[in-house]
């Protein structure tokens, strides 16, 4: 296949002439970084909710739902900390005059330098054999200096991150001769700050009108509403509140399409446990989460963690679970484990006790909290990116397939009539009555068989069913499987409980 920029571009343009994704209000040239979904993307997303609310929800008793409102009073985002300190360090480059996070390009030069270990290292296992002492010491030379200098990098980074000193990270990018990648130049201007959140009025009259942000994160509707669902829910610690929303950031960079959004979905679970048992449970869902995405059959080569250097200010462990992405690792989900700051922030911005009586204790305390937040349209795009397959087949000709995990493919099955007469379309149809209640079917009956199922591949349909004179002596019809591309007969009665165990969730689920 292309290379990583290649694929990246074939996979945008692919999601668009397919009506996965396309760009927002595209007739006026489009709002950077703002997607709409289409007709096939707006299933693929409602499967991956869907596969992420039964696992958390529907599979834990102890996990129950929300939906909170986009808008929240002021004052919780004083109490969060996101007033003061949801920045992201930026630094601008004087000669392209393009934006960029000091972090990230600092993370880049890192990711490099591990690309340049790992292939010395599969070098020498390729020749391992041939090796000489000399060679080999010479490689293990290369490992490790360039090992230290991402330590030096790593180090130096943290320190300047956590003390904020944003002249220290510039320094460190003008030391490492850091250059855009986009021009080459190395003229940088000095680090700032810059907040993310968006921000609207709310009120009739505008000298009255208060201002308030869109949430920048769906957690603090969980935590504002931790009492309510305590109470009325009669939860026992330990206890989760999920929720599935819109979350709006002003993100600088804006170039990596569905990655990095102003406006996006983020599935998000805080967890509430007993103080002093946090890291058990982070330790939990960090394994819990894993097998979420490790079984939808996404190859585990795809996924790694990655332990933060910097902890956020609400944190005393978190890790991201990265995951390849055409051009490269990048963060996927977020486990956090947030101590109780978030509540103890509320308690004292609201003056409100938000405490749980611990009957076998009896005693109140304020519960700490491991979080799971995961972006529904990263996740979108991990779906999309590892499913974009190009094939050659064995007859010489090729295929764009989108080898989708079956649970999530916007529409399970295509039933296709092999002609439009002798009364094919009408038992085809017949078969679609019988089987629409339980999943998305397609009716297709323009153009050969041939195009058809390519037309199938591309949607990532994963199976077509073929209607054809026989049909309608014995009731059978021929089953195709879109990634084996194999045919079998197989009676109409068995049909549906043949897709069904294949495309149901409950496969992945139990
Ligand atoms: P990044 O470092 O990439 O900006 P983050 O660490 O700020 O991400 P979190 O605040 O932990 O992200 O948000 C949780 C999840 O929400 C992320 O793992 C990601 O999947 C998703 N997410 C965050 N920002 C965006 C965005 N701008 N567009 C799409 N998804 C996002």
Known sequence: MANDNDLMKKIVAHAKEYGYVFQSSEIYDGLS????????????????????????????????????????????????????????????NKDSKKRYRADVLLEDYIEKINGKILKEVKKAENRFENFNEAEFRKTNG?????????????????????????????????????????????????????????????????????????????????????????????????????????AFRNEIIARQFIFRMREFEQMEMQFFVKPGEEMKWYDYWKETRQKWHLRLGISEENYRFHDHLKVAHYANAATDIEFNFPFGFKELEGIHSRTDFDLKQHEEFSGKKLKYFDSELNENYVPYVI????????????????????????????????????????????????????????????????????????????????????????????????????????????????????????????????LMKAVSFTTILA
């Open 142 to 246: 290369r490992v490790l200096d360039n090992q230290k200098k991402i330590d030096d990098v790593n180090s130096r980074m943290k320190a300047a991150l956590e003390a904020n000193k944003l002249d220290d990270l510039r320094d460190l990018i003008i030391d490492l001769e850091i250059a855009d990648p986009v021009s080459g130049s190395r003229n940088w201007s000095d680090v700032k700050q810059f907040n993310l959140m968006f921000s609207t009025e709310i009120g009739a009259v505008a000298e009255e009108a208060n201002k308030i942000h869109l949430r920048p994160e769906t957690a603090q509707g969980i935590f504002v509403n931790f009492l309510n669902v305590y109470k009325t829910g009669r939860m026992k610690l330990p206890f989760g509140i999920a929720q599935i929303g819109k």
């Open 371 to 498: 979080e799971t937040s995961i972006g529904l349209d990263r996740m979108f795009l991990a779906v999309l990116s590892s499913s974009y397959k190009e094939e050659t087949l064995e007859d010489g000709s090729s295929r764009v397939v989108l080898k989708l995990p079956p649970a999530l493919a916007p529409t399970k099955v295509a039933i296709m009539p092999l002609t439009k007469k002798d009364g094919l379309p009408e038992k085809a149809r017949e078969i679609i009555d019988s089987l629409k209640f339980e999943m998305n079917c397609q009716y297709d009956e323009k153009d050969s068989i041939g195009k058809r199922y390519r037309r199938q591949d591309a949607i990532g349909t994963p199976f077509g069913v073929t209607v054809d004179h026989q049909t309608l002596e014995d009731n059978t019809v021929t089953i195709r499987d879109r990634d084996t591309m194999q045919q079998e007969r197989i009676a109409i009665a068995y049909l549906k409980a043949k």
């Open 33 to 92: 970084a703002v997607y709409d979904y289409g007709q096939m993307g707006v299933e693929l997303k409602n499967n991956i909710k869907s596969y992420w609310w039964k696992s958390m929800v529907q599979m834990h008793e102890n996990i129950i739902g929300i939906d909170s409102a986009i808008f929240m009073h002021p004052k919780v985002w004083e109490a969060s900390g996101h007033v003061d300190a949801f920045n992201d360090p930026l630094i601008d």
